[in-house]
């Protein structure tokens, strides 16, 4: 009888312990991709062009590993198929002209695409704080 207690109590404690290890939500980190817009002009029969470029910050990484930091609940992928939430985070460095100008927006979607959080903040880490929590409150794991 006491073998068997005891085989008992291991099979509900590895039950439970399964019950614990739950996998962290994956995110993709992502920036907008900032249009940047070019051209020349000129009187009369002389030719113009216009040039349109997207491009993106080189914050990305310091993005993520604030985010890595910050926010160790989640998981960081670099494939967004494998994602359960995208995040878009647009940072700009602060300098003398734009010190109080929120430049840090951060946007989580979800699954679906839907719009789970967004806001604007003057420290990155604030930001990163914020989508953390909602990407927390949100994760069906």
Do not use: W
Not at 15 to 25: F, H, R, S, W
Not at 27 to 51: C, Y
Not at 110 to 137: E, F, H, P, Q
Request: glycine residues 8%; hydrophobic residues 40%.
């Amino acid at each position: 009888m006491t073998t068997r207690l005891a085989v008992s109590g291991f099979v509900i404690t590895a039950a439970l312990l399964g019950g614990v290890a739950t996998e962290k939500p994956r995110i993709f980190i992502t920036e907008s991709q900032a249009l940047q817009v070019s051209g020349n002009a000129a009187l009369g029969n002389a030719k113009g062009g216009v040039s349109v470029a997207g491009g993106t910050s080189p914050q990305n990484v310091e993005v993520m590993k604030t985010f890595q930091r910050r926010c160790p609940a989640v998981l960081i992928t670099g494939n967004k198929e494998k994602a359960d939430f995208v995040v878009r985070l647009d940072h700009e460095e602060p300098n003398p002209t734009t010190l109080f100008v929120h430049g840090n927006k951060v946007a989580v979607f979800n699954k679906d695409d839907d719009l789970i959080y967004s806001s604007s903040t003057r420290i990155l880490r604030t930001a990163v704080n914020g989508a953390c929590a909602a990407i927390t409150r949100a994760s069906p794991r």
